[in-house]
């Protein structure tokens, strides 16, 4: 199964991209890269997911390496609102196999 | 946010007394998850549901029974609390297998 690696804590300015970094250097061919955040006690949030190419929604983008190996969380303008653990996790979907780690603990600063 | 509610929302118990913890949803989909999240640890599951009375354990199902007579209601229960099962518990669903987990906002339970 494969796990991910991910920085245990970045800053960001307020306004200013904040660029989450995750490696994944076993992910299987069929596993899809997946963005959860995870403010103060509340339940983890669905952010953006992808497979090979990078995905843009409202929230964030997502850009995946062309070797699958690595990918990046882009939060194009952070606000305060922002601060939070973000979570990076490959998964096929196969329901025993969902590894969650530590995530990185973003805070932006004012 | 995906209609998702846990109740309670806060338990304290004490060791030895059953306890069972509700997630209900609105959204109709077919896969239910239970999970814990503890300090110094990622999510972990341990139960999920693909359909109606039909469960399946996960990594940390010791202790841990659950049930779905219902599509919209998937319960857990602590069939004797122990202090090690202080911890939040997270309800997640999904729609298919390709789709993302939506979380509900959790249960903080305490057993003294």
Known sequence: DAKTTQPPSMDCAEGRAANLPCNHSTISGNEY??????IHSQ???????GLKNNETNEMASLIITEDRKSSTLILPHATLRDTAVYYCIVWAGNNRKLIWGLGTSLAVNP | DAGITQ?????????????TLRCHQTENHRYMYWYRQDPGHGLRLIHYSYGVKDTDKGEVSDGYSVSRSKTEDFLLTLESATSSQTSVYFCAIRD????????GNGTRLTVT
């Open chain 1, 33 to 38: 890269v997946y963005w959860y955040r995870q």
């Open chain 1, 43 to 49: 339940g983890p949030q669905y952010i953006i997911h």
């Open chain 2, 7 to 19: 109740s309670p929302r806060h338990k304290v118990t004490e060791t030895g007394t059953p306890v």
């Open chain 2, 96 to 103: 298919r297998v390709e789709s993302p987990l939506h979380f």
